[in-house]
């Protein structure tokens, strides 16, 4: 039965099947069914076998046709979602306006659709793939829903008729089995396969997997079957057994299960193993440590399982590190547990991860999703095989690929708040992240180094492991983070302490990872790059969760969780302290900068002081474990210090990259300012003498604080003390007064990061949007770009708009502080918490003082750093004021102000100014406890410290008389015996008692002491006892040092004198301060100033504040004098000092010298270089310097000698050569063509010059001689070769040395020496040729200048005779002298410079002929391309900027001595045709083709090529003689053409009306005389005027009046007029007057002598009074008719259009672009190629002509070269300006090289947004567009842009 069915016709058995189905009984049917579908999808075909599958289609379709069944489906399309599923590298659209969700997408057409105008949005470039979300309103607002899903169409559909889909229910299930068992059949395990088998399957499956995804896109209907298949449990039973009797079904099943059986987290052999370990490690961990047992790490369960790991990973850590492997006591045994399936859906999923998610299986599961109940089931699927699907990835070979398709499905089911819900309820989703993160770290554990590296129990992850190092976590760090977005799964997370448990101990693997040691001896020999993973996985591991979970602690009934939280972190700390074995002291030389345990304590800490008002006090530890969690943040402080320091410099360049990354803005959020705000909560908690002493023993600066002036530091070199001094003090001013965590509002925090990163640079908006640290969770409040950003930008910058440089250099908008900003929130402090380089900190103080200067507050000398007020503290952290008053740090600025005064050496200005700062913060922050009166003290207290009590207040006028020192004896301080002793007995025994009231300072002693009474008290047990500090971890310099003996110094000073004398000091006055200056002071000036300022600032403070202080000013005021150093001021003081000194004076000097020098320079580019200023003295005329009288001479920019060009050592001029279409895409309108943005708008490049010129000659060589139709135009109009110079000069000789030298070198240039490329040795310009310059004669210019009165005629005839002594006169070619043959060297330069299709235009490639007009078409390019440079007309005047790149003179000499190699055939020279009425001749033989008519002929070309032809140098009067006769030809071409535009009618008034004039005496010189005979000429024949009736037709409509008749003429004869004029001021140095527009004719005329002077009154003149004819002029012009009218019928047809042309063009423009850059991307990035069919992965778009073109392309290949490369060559002669439709930028390609131009482009903030990583919406900048156009004009690419590179033909 089946069989015979199978046979019948597809069709008519699909409907006979359909009909017996619909009947009640339709069991024979459903068996005729499947019979016929056992025998179709026999699983044992190959799957490429198509026939199924049409089959399928045809059963579906229930036979009719499949399209119209689609079609009927689709109408019944129930979805009101789009879900419309991409892949990566589509363009789609987020909207954050619209967005509830931070990872909402919507397709383009969704997006164009809805209206979003005004909102925060931006197109992306989608990474992994994902789906609109347009209709779905748990992600997104309706408001943003497009018109077509915000109507819900979808709803009011009719319900499907019952038949329709019949036969999809009974056919699909068999259809998915089917492909289910290709996928058990086609599987095999990894290890024994490989990739490709794998691949090889899924190609066969592609036609089935398709199908599915076209059954999807049916719509709601279909999806609804599909979703009743994949879902059901009772469909599955039946047929994924197989039947009974299919043996092959059966083998399938069992490799299914087999499959299925290492689906677990823990494989099967492993559970066996580790069952006997797992009670004794159970035990071991202690029952009460719970899941925290995961932390202590304990030795391998069985041997053989330690052996078999290590085997593993012996390869790569050389047995050197232990994996450790951890027990994974999870709380759900199930999820370890391999996997079970009950519909076709889980199954598909689990093949779909087995065979690493193809990228089809992916679409199809997607696609799927918006029927709500297959999403619903599929996203349990998706969990219930998450770990599987983890493993798999861990395992994977491309886990980029398979990351990317894997976060594209879990983006859409988690972002989805309800469904993340009821998965976290129902299936456990977050045990299952966190267990399979925990199991995927565990694969990569390695022993902790941290400390005590022998006995250290903490585990941590080794970074260098490929999961760490490629990111492989990526996918699942990423779906957690999304599900904690949500507060309901976040709460969840919050409140199972078990999970938080385990958490903490997943973030303590990161503790203390990636640990650097710092080497000692020698350079590192590898620099290990691990950093980056260290840092990518702290952020993103430990963050980011982090930010999610403080997002949902932002309210008071949330402190619960906070407090748990917290709980469980100091847990997690004092495990961790147990387990590195710390005490009290950080191992030395050890530091790392990962502690996300600490910061998860202090970012939960603030997050409770700030939003939830919980009491500090009530979440801190005990005083001990306090001291132990400020250990490791501070030691990140000090060793930043100690990098900066280069004391870390062995450790190579790695370590700046951790010091820097740590303080980047998207990191220091999460890194430096948690781990500030700890110390700053702990020194607010600590004992203050305890946390300064602690800080700086850290930063190894406590020796240098002694009074001695010599000390010994045990433990830095000399020139580290001063930098590790000034970053101690830094550290203390910044944890004094950064205010981030202790009180300020977001909204003055984001002030101040604004104001700090503005002020180290103008940033452009997105690098400001960039370097604000914002929360890094996305759903946080601060979003970049919300409207708090906004209004607090234009609150403190002004917006620059990008301008141009000379240069070329573009700038981009920027953002600059205002003023008042400058004035009052400049803070140095967040400036240097901030900087990522040094340097920044530089360039932030330099704009600060240049800001003083101009405002004028501050002129002399260099400014300080501002002081600036802080906002008040949080109530809870006022403990912090007490670090300011305690009593060691007073001891320690009393010493560092003594020391500063008496010039120690390593003290510096900055540490001055950090004294100062804290002295400042003290005054202002005073601390409240502090009774008002200042009583002094009584004695006794004295005798054990420094100071009376802690108020700094009282303790700045404390005099302290005497200290004790301990010095080494060979110091100045050590008394020698011959001291005389005291004299009188009183001063003895006040000596004594001075001995007694000695000060000793140890800082250390201070600390230990601190450290004892805290532990004491805090610890019940009297056992515990500090290990001392052992005397190893000092390190003694070697040789013994000298001995050490305690001296007493005698000071007498309080911290105010020594301020005062500090003032006199600074000022160099020695009474800088009146007794009575306090009561003078206005108190506003001291904001900004010098040091100077600074201490009369403090001063007056404390004069105000305290009446003891003030007293004791003025009385040290009264009394003051000169300092005097201690006695005996040692040598050593003042060699330091001077040393500084010469320091100082040799930067001077440099400073001195560099300005110099860049004065200089700019002096010599203002000369030398383009600079637009017309003015320029030195314009480099060349044309005008020979009008010198002695010969010229020449510099040689490289040996520097001056002198005449030689013909044995000639100079050339440095020129680039380059070919040029520009002239060639001149248009005759004045109007821009438009880039076609729609199917509709075209590009026609027909009516361009190069076009039209091309067509005339074509046409002439259809009808005309051939030789004579290469002299009758010019070519060059593309690819015409155009010359420049920047104006130097130099021997050939030495180029060519040059040359040789730059051959050698072996450093990349931008350009290529084998080409003979090279750069201007003076200026740098760009180069590539050199131009002989001729020998300059000086007697013969003066005669070949004169004016004469010789008659017309004469002239004519003297020309002709020159030009027939052109036989006589060739170059000597006996002599060939060094010049002629650079002249041959540079011909053959310029013949190279461009194609040669740009060259052989006659019949006979290779003629003479060819050559010839090649050569004269090279100086008609240059003077038009001249012209155009000055505006397309010569009204301007004077030299321009063209004019001093032209070498046109040169240039012409070099042409003419090789164009005399030809010499014109005397019988057809033009010029007897131009001025002789010639007797008829008979004798042309009829096979030849006759010569072209003069009428027909270009006259600029005969006036290049006469001038070129005749002997040099040409008298100017044959010159101008030549001029007159061409303009009487140009003249009656001008007539002919126009009368050729008259209707019939008006040709026959003009003729008759023009005929009476014809006997006036003046008639030769009258237009309507001239015309009527032109008419009358050129009607003799019937042909000349009825060729295209179709012309006057358009034009009749306007009457030619006498005035619009005179005005045409002389538009027709100016461009002969302009290149006239142009070419004798090169030739002769005329000067070019200017004269506005409408006298241009006028002007040109009387310049070239065609007006005498006196013709020239104010009234208008006529282009006919310039005629002037030396013969009969109607004979003449009926002659030149009569060649015309001559010419046979056919030949006239066709070449009668060369009579009406139009000499005329516009100036060159690029392409018209929109104003939106979206409407160009919209239209081309999805727009094929006219090549290859397909669409590019790089369209880029040629803004000359509007061509869509592949940039590298393999596709578009021709011989090699890609297709820009060769649209560059045939659209410009090897220039070609492209835009890139993906980058918005735009390429430049000149040659064999190219260059990034930057892009026209720019978004709401002027800026640029290459490779659209932004997405803003871009608009045209017109000033850049203008300058790329002209920079394409002038062919100045290679100058102005930079950055060269060669492209290797591959663009």
């Not at 499949?66 to 789609?92: M, P, Q």
């Not at 300020?744 to 700090?756: P, Q």
Request: glycine share 4%; proline share 5%.
């Amino acid at each position: 039965m089946a069989a015979s069915l199978v046979r019948r016709d597809k069709k008519s058995t699909a409907a006979h099947l359909k009909a017996d189905l619909n009947w009640t009984d339709n069991s024979s049917g459903v068996r005729q069914l499947q019979e016929l579908l056992d025998s179709v999808l026999n699983p044992e075909k190959p799957a490429a076998d198509t026939e199924a599958l049409d089959w399928c289609k045809c059963l579906i379709a229930g036979g009719e046709g499949f399209e119209e069944f689609c079609k009927t489906v689709r109408s019944y399309d129930n979805a009101t979602l789009c879900g419309l599923v991409w892949t990566a590298n589509f363009v789609a659209y987020r909207c954050r306006t619209c967005g509830i969700s931070p990872c909402m997408s919507l397709c383009a057409e969704c997006f164009n659709n809805g209206d979003h105008t005004g909102h925060d949005f931006n197109m992306f470039r989608s990474q992994a793939g994902g789906a609109c979300d347009c209709g779905d309103s748990n992600v997104m607002r309706e408001t943003g829903f497009c018109n077509r899903h915000r109507l819900r169409t979808g709803e009011n559909v009719p319900s499907v008729p019952r038949d329709l889909l019949l036969m999809s229910e009974m056919v699909l299930p068999r259809f998915i089995i089917c492909i289910i068992q290709y996928l058990r059949d086609g599987y095999t395990e990894p290890d024994t396969s490989t990739e490709r088998d794998l691949q090889k399957v899924l190609q066969q499956l592609e036609p089935q997997i398709s199908f599915l995804e076209e059954l999807t896109k049916m719509g709601g209907a279909m999806r609804t079957v599909l979703t009743k298949i994949l879902t059901n449990q009772q469909i599955f039973k039946d047929l994924s057994m197989g039947q009974e009797e299919n043996v092959y079904a059966k083998k399938n099943y069992e490799k299914y299960l087999s499959a299925l059986k290492n689906s677990g987290l823990v494989s099967v052999e492993e559970k066996a193993q580790s069952g006997a370990a797992e009670p004794t490690r159970g035990a071991e961990a202690g029952a009460g440590a719970g899941a925290l047992g995961l932390l202590g790490a304990e030795a391998p369960a069985s041997p053989d399982e330690s052996n078999k790991e290590e085997d593993q990973d012996g390869g790569q850590s050389v047995g050197q590190r232990k994996r450790v492997k951890l027990s994974s006591t999870a709380k759900d045994p199930s999820i370890m547990d391999s996997l079970k399936h009950k519909c076709f859906l889980e199954e598909l999923l689990f093949w779909t991860i087995k065979y690493e998610f193809p990228q089809k299986m992916v679409t199809f599961l997607l696609n799927m999703l918006p029927d709500q109940d297959y999403k619903i089931t599929f996203t349990k699927t998706f969990v219930q095989h998450y770990a599987f699907i983890m493993k798999t990835l861990m395992k994977s070979q491309e886990s980029d690929t398979m990351s990317n398709r894997i976060v594209h499905i879990s983006v859409q089911l988690f972002s989805n708040e309800e469904l993340a819900r009821h998965v976290t309820e129902e299936c456990q989703l977050l045990d299952i992240m966190v267990t399979v993160l925990l199991y995927m770290m565990e694969s990569c554990l390695i022993k902790s180094e941290l400390q005590d590296e022998e006995n250290s129990r903490h585990v941590v992850v080794n970074c260098s492991e490929p999961l760490l190092k490629n990111n492989t976590y990526w996918p699942l760090v990423s779906d957690f983070i999304n599900i904690l977005s949500h507060q309901s799964v976040a709460k969840k997370f919050l409140e199972d302490h078990s999970l938080l448990m385990l958490w903490m101990s997943f973030v303590s693997f990161f503790q203390g990872m990636n640990l650097n040691k710092r080497e000692l001896s020698e350079h590192v020999e590898f620099e290990s790059q691990t950093y980056y993973a260290a840092f990518a996985a702290e952020l993103e591991a430990c963050a980011q969760p982090m930010w999610g979970l403080l997002t949902h602690c932002k309210v008071k009934e949330t402190q619960e969780y906070t407090k748990t939280v917290v709980r469980y972190c100091l847990e997690t700390l004092q495990i961790w302290f147990d387990a590195i074995g710390f005490v009290d002291e950080p191992a030395p030389n050890q530091v790392t900068f990962h502690l996300p345990l600490h910061r998860y304590y202090a970012m939960f800490l603030s997050k409770a002081v700030k939003c939830q008002g919980l009491d500090l006090d009530s979440l801190l530890p005990h005083q001990e474990m306090l001291m132990k969690i400020m250990v490791h943040p501070l030691q990140i402080q000090a060793s930043l210090s100690e990098i900066h320091s280069n004391m870390w410099v062995r450790n190579g360049l790695q370590i700046k990259g951790q010091a820097m990354t740590y303080v980047q803005s998207h990191f220091c959020n999460s890194m430096i300012d948690p781990d500030i705000f700890l110390l700053q909560v702990c020194a607010s908690r600590l004992d203050p003498d305890y946390f300064i002493s602690s800080v700086f023993e850290r930063f190894k600066v406590v020796d240098l604080l002694t009074m001695a002036s010599v000390h010994q530091n045990a433990v830095l070199d000399g020139e580290q003390e001063r930098p590790m001094l000034e970053g101690a003090l830094t550290f203390l001013v910044i944890l004094s007064s950064l205010r981030i965590h202790l009180g300020m509002a977001d909204d003055e925090i984001l002030r101040a990061e604004m104001v700090s990163q503005l002020c180290m640079n103008d940033r452009t908006h997105s690098s400001l949007l960039d370097l604000i640290p914002e929360n890094p969770n996305p759903k946080s409040g601060i979003v970049p770009g919300s409207c708090s950003f906004e209004e607090m930008l234009s609150a403190v910058a002004d917006f620059k708009a990008p301008v141009f440089e000379p240069g070329g250099s573009m700038q981009q908008g920027m953002y600059t502080p205002k003023e008042e900003v400058w004035e009052k929130e400049f803070d140095p402090i967040m400036v240097v918490l901030r900087t990522v380089y040094r340097r920044d900190v530089q360039s932030a103080m330099d704009r600060y003082s240049a800001f003083l200067k101009q405002s004028g507050m501050h002129t002399t000398g260099n400014p300080w750093p501002p002081y600036k007020e802080r906002t008040p503290l949080h109530p809870c952290y006022k403990g912090l004021d007490r670090l300011l008053h305690c009593k060691t740090l007073h001891i320690v600025i009393f010493t560092l102000l003594y020391k500063i005064w008496l010039d120690h050496s390593n003290m510096s200005e900055h540490v001055l100014c950090m004294v100062l700062y804290l002295i400042e913060l003290g005054l202002d922050n005073q601390v409240q406890e502090d009774k008002e009166d200042e009583e002094p003290c009584i004695e006794e207290h004295c005798h054990d410290s420094w100071f009376p009590g802690t108020n700094l207040l009282s303790n700045l006028h404390h005099v302290i008389n005497y200290v004790r020192v301990r010095v080494p004896e060979t110091a100045p301080e050590v008394k020698r015996e011959k001291d005389p002793p005291p004299s009188t007995s009183t001063e003895a025994s006040n000596f004594g008692q001075n001995v007694r009231e000695a000060q000793v300072f140890s800082l250390v002693a201070e600390r230990r002491r601190k450290f004892q009474e805290i532990i004491n008290r805090s610890s019940t047990e009297a056992s515990q006892v500090v290990r001392p500090k052992s005397s190893s971890t000092r390190w003694v310099p070697p040789g013994t040092p000298p001995q050490l003996v305690t001296e007493i110094l005698e000071i007498r000073e309080s911290m105010l004198s020594l301020l005062i004398k500090l003032h006199q000091k600074l000022s160099a006055k020695q009474n800088s301060l009146s007794a009575t200056w306090l009561e003078d002071m206005e108190t506003n000036s001291h904001a900004h100033g010098d040091g100077i300022t600074a201490i009369e600032r403090i001063l007056t403070k404390a004069a105000t504040r305290s009446r003891q202080s003030k007293r004791s000013i003025q009385e040290i005021c009264g009394k003051v004098s000169p300092p005097v150093a201690p006695k005996k001021n040692s040598p050593t003081d003042k060699k330091t000092m001077d040393k500084d000194e010469r320091r100082q004076r040799a930067r001077e000097r440099q400073q001195k010298l560099l300005a110099e020098f860049a004065s200089r320079q700019k002096s010599f580019m203002e000369t030398a270089m383009d600079v637009e200023s017309p003015d320029a003295e030195a314009a480099m005329d060349l044309g005008a310097s020979e009008v010198m009288e002695s010969e010229v001479l020449y510099d040689c920019v490289i040996c520097g000698q001056s002198g005449p060009s030689t013909e044995d050592r000639p100079t050339g001029l440095v020129v680039l050569l380059q070919a040029s279409s520009v002239l060639g895409h001149r248009c005759k309108s004045d109007e821009t063509k438009k880039l076609p943005t729609t199917d509709d708008e075209h590009i026609y490049p027909a009516d361009t010059c190069g076009a039209a010129h091309d067509v005339r000659l074509a046409l002439m060589q259809r009808f005309f001689k051939d030789s004579s139709c290469l002299q009758s135009v010019s070519i060059g109009w593309e690819g015409g070769v155009y010359v420049q110079t920047c104006g130097h000069t130099l021997h050939i000789d030495c180029h060519k040395s040059y040359m040789v030298s730059l051959r050698n070198d072996q450093v990349l240039q931008g350009f290529s020496v084998d080409k003979g490329e090279f750069t201007c040795p003076l200026c740098r310009q760009f180069a590539n040729s050199v131009l002989p310059c001729r020998p300059g004669r000086s007697t013969e210019v003066v005669s070949w200048h004169m004016p004469t009165n010789k008659k017309t005629a004469v002239l004519v005839k003297e020309v002709e005779d020159l030009q027939e002594q052109l036989g006589l006169f060739p170059v000597s070619t006996t002599t060939e002298s060094n010049l002629s043959k650079e002249m041959e060297s540079v011909i053959k330069d310029i013949k190279n410079t461009t194609q040669r299709k740009y060259m052989d235009y006659g019949k006979n490639p290779g003629s003479p002929d060819n050559d010839f007009l090649f050569m004269y078409s090279v100086a008609r390019t240059n003077l038009e391309l001249e012209l155009v440079h000055r505006g397309g007309n010569l009204c301007s005047g004077g030299a321009s900027a063209a004019a001093k790149r032209s070498c046109l003179n040169q240039l012409f000499h070099v042409l003419a001595m090789h164009m005399r190699l030809y010499s014109i055939d005397s019988a057809y020279n033009p010029w007897t045709r131009l001025t002789q009425v010639a007797q008829r001749r008979d004798d042309c033989l009829d096979d030849e083709r006759p010569e072209v008519p003069m009428l027909f002929r270009d006259c600029p070309s005969l006036l290049i090529i006469f001038v070129l032809t005749m002997p040099q140098p040409l008298r100017k009067e044959h010159f101008i003689c030549l001029v007159r006769m061409l303009y009487n030809l140009q003249y009656t071409q001008a007539l002919a053409s126009l009368s050729a535009k008259f209707s019939p009618e008006e040709r026959q008034a003009w003729s008759t009306s023009g005929a009476l004039k014809k006997n006036a005496f003046d008639a030769e010189k009258s237009y309507d005389a001239l015309l009527s005979h032109v008419i009358g000429e050129l009607s003799k024949v019937k042909t000349v005027y009825d060729v295209n009736p179709e012309v006057p037709s358009m034009l009749s409509s306007s009457v030619w009046s006498p005035h619009s008749i005179e005005y045409s003429l002389q538009q027709f004869c100016l461009p002969y007029l302009r290149l006239s004029c142009l070419l004798q001021h090169h030739l002769y140095g005329d000067k070019l007057s200017g004269c506005p527009e409408v006298e241009e004719f006028s002007g040109l005329a009387g310049c070239l002598g065609l007006l005498a002077p006196a013709l020239q009154p104010s009234n208008p003149i006529y282009s006919a009074s310039c005629l002037d004819w030396t013969v009969n002029a109607f004979d003449l012009m009926t002659q030149w008719c009569s060649e015309v009218t001559g010419l046979s019928d056919t030949q006239a047809k066709k070449s009668i259009t060369l009579l009406v042309q139009d000499p005329q063009w516009a100036s060159p423009h690029l392409l018209h672009l929109p104003d939106h850059y979206n409407i160009i991307f919209q239209y081309y990035h999805k727009k094929a190629c006219t090549a290859c069919k397909k669409v590019p992965k790089d369209p880029a778009l040629c803004l000359v002509c509007g061509t869509f073109v592949c940039l590298k392309g393999l596709c578009c290949k021709q011989q090699g070269i890609c297709e820009c490369v060769l649209h560059s060559q045939h659209c410009g002669a090897a220039t070609g300006i492209f835009l890139l439709i993906n980058a918005s930028v735009i390429i430049i390609i000149r040659g064999h090289r190219f260059c990034l131009w930057g892009s026209v482009y720019l978004d709401a903030h002027g800026e640029e947004d290459r490779d659209l990583r932004r997405g803003k919406p871009l608009f045209l900048c017109v000033e850049r567009y203008r300058v790329l156009q002209q920079q394409w004009v002038s062919h100045t690419f290679d100058h102005i842009n930079k950055r060269w590179g060669p492209h290797y033909n591959g663009l």
